[in-house]
């Protein structure tokens, strides 16, 4: 049978989280992880979806991740905690950071929290936001295993550490970055060697560290850190905190999910949530943040630009159209989906998405 | 007669000193402010040493500057403060910042200080080597007046709001990066433009946002944020926790500061102090973090590439080679001090380095 293609977003995460809890892991954590990768999905990074499912799953299967583990405080303070995710899922170790972080700061104004013996733990984005519902500023960062050389390097060392940082607004859908340390994601390279075309100066080097315009050429060799060095000095500062503050592994010490079958990942994030009105009150704050948004979006624009947009602002818009209209699955994921749940007893065809497509003009705005 | 353009440090420092002093700078603020300066041309940051005593003495002349005023703490607790610079110098108020904030997180972990009312700081590096002194994490920022437009704008809307970050080592010199958040300094366009090269792509845009190659075209336009969208979303949030969270001006309501003689700049920064302690005993942390350099250190090099460096190893091999042989001063910022040292009695001439360049084959790395 032809499979659909598009999903109820609601339906898929419910058959994600009980496959999570058919492989045994606790029915709260296996419902975090299903709601970090549908929310990657509904935002449009899909790289970050449900499509990590199968890789998430044959490493538990791999005891490569331990779902039982528990996540142990190994230090704490009023504003500050250590913990330890014992190899647990990246988003169950994270969610008990983000938690003792807000509780911490909303008491004290400020506090940092440090990961180590976690893994890939999904968007930062996914952490941002549930602090943006608690009127918090959050910055949150994590290591990454190996894709990008130094500046003057030539195989990858450092990790695409990703930043995100998330702050409410008033009016405005809130300000939340969240970014991978690269020029661009290797999907975009991989879309290019696809096509035969050629990818522009500055997004990688070849396998001997020569600039290259060749895709191919780029696979075989590294995607650069945006920015030259300053991109490469951002990658080792999220590295520092992430990793070598932490005990967690940094560098080549942080283990390829993909590849490595021998060790957990040993990945480390690190966690600073601030209260806003240890400084304003936040109803004014908000008013300032919707002032300068303002100012931004009312600049005059380049050609051909409709819009000035902030950071994450495309996001929420996707989330709502994908929300409304199924999210779209290539035939590979849902394939693999399909199988992983055979095994497991579950249906992904259940999840399918069962309405028309919205006719109200609004369209999906990923590509 | 034939200006010297090479000068002693610590005499250059002692007439900046003195010519503030002159002007009715507290001595104390006065050493500040001279050492940040001096200490920007001692790690080649050239744009922001005494080139700048200049513009400062124009601006308390202007009454744009208020050396007499009381940096005052508005809002305090254990772990954050916000202050109020009143207008004072930015290193005099961004010294304070500092204090408040190590000394904060000395006891508790962790500690932030939002500042307002202040003036360029200078580098932040000046406070990153502090805080590295006393085995502290640094993480501060800073707004500044528009230079770049958001991503999409055509004007200058947003600053190249500085990032830097400090962190101690063992035996290996300190990770220290230093950043603007545009792609590339706007000199380079200028240095472009008046060799009548074109620049590449992605530096800048035209004043109507057209990507331009040409330098002329540029520097009519604007630089651009580094990494495109990433960039400006880095800049941006700079710029919410320096000026909107703290009280200060944002986006087009910082003034410019050699633009605008009505208003003072109102500029914010923002200061994040970490104790290691806190998370693992300092030994080991230098321990891991030397390891860390090493490993880099170590990765194979591209074609061409003598030596990988850790970001700020550049500028402390500059610091240890103009302490040396001196500091080289354009004529222009040598007139510059001139006329300022006659207005207050002082000699320029004084300070000119005395004696033979070193021959010991440390050459100036800056160019």
Tied chains: 1, 2.
Excluded at 61 to 75: G, L, T, W, Y
Excluded at 136 to 144: D, F, K, P, Q, Y
Excluded at 211 to 229: I, K, R, W
Aim: with cysteine; proline share 4%; aromatic share 8%.
């Amino acid at each position: 049978m032809d499979l659909p293609t598009r999903f109820d977003w609601q339906k898929l995460q419910q058959f994600c989280c009980d496959i999570f809890v058919k492989a045994g892991v606790a029915d709260e954590k296996a419902k975090i992880v299903a709601e970090s990768l549908i929310q990657a999905d509904l935002r449009g990074v899909d790289s970050h979806g449900v499509v990590r499912t199968s890789i998430y799953m044959k490493r538990i299967e791999q005891s490569m991740i331990d779902p039982h583990a528990e996540v142990a405080i190994e230090k704490e303070n009023d504003v500050s905690a250590l913990l330890n995710g014992n190899n647990n899922f990246g988003s169950v170790v994270g969610s008990k950071a983000l938690q003792l972080a807000i509780t911490k700061a909303k008491k004290q104004g400020v506090a940092i929290v440090g990961v180590r013996g976690s893994n890939h733990f999904g968007t930062g984005a996914y952490y941002a936001l549930k602090a943006i519902e608690q009127n918090m500023i959050l910055v949150v960062m994590s290591n990454a295993s190996q894709t990008m050389p130094p500046t003057g390097g030539v195989r990858p060392f450092i990790g695409t550490n990703p930043l995100a940082v998330g702050i409410p607004a008033g009016n405005h859908r809130p300000y939340l970055l969240d970014m991978a340390t690269s020029v661009v994601a290797r999907g975009k390279i991989i879309v290019a060697s696809q096509k035969g075309e050629s990818i522009p100066l500055g997004w990688a080097i070849d396998k001997e560290g020569n600039p290259t315009t060749d895709a191919n050429e780029a696979l075989e060799g590294s995607v650069l850190p945006l920015g030259g060095p300053k991109g490469y000095g951002i990658s080792m500062f999220i590295d520092i905190f992430s990793g070598v503050l932490t005990g967690a592994g940094f560098g080549k010490y942080v283990n390829n999910m993909y590849e490595n079958w021998e060790k957990p990942q040993n990945v480390g994030h690190f966690f600073i949530a601030l209260d806003i009105n240890r400084f304003m009150n936040i109803k004014q704050f908000k008013q300032r943040m919707d002032l300068y948004i303002d100012d931004i979006k009312a600049e005059p624009k380049a050609n051909g630009v409709d819009e000035i947009l902030i950071p994450g602002e495309l996001e929420f818009r996707r989330e709502i159209e994908r929300k409304k209209n199924g999210i779209l699955l290539p035939e590979k994921v849902v394939s693999e989906l399909k199988e992983i749940g055979s095994r497991y007893g579950l249906e992904i065809e259940q999840s399918r998405f069962q309405g028309e497509r919205a006719k109200d003009g609004v369209t999906d705005v990923s590509k």
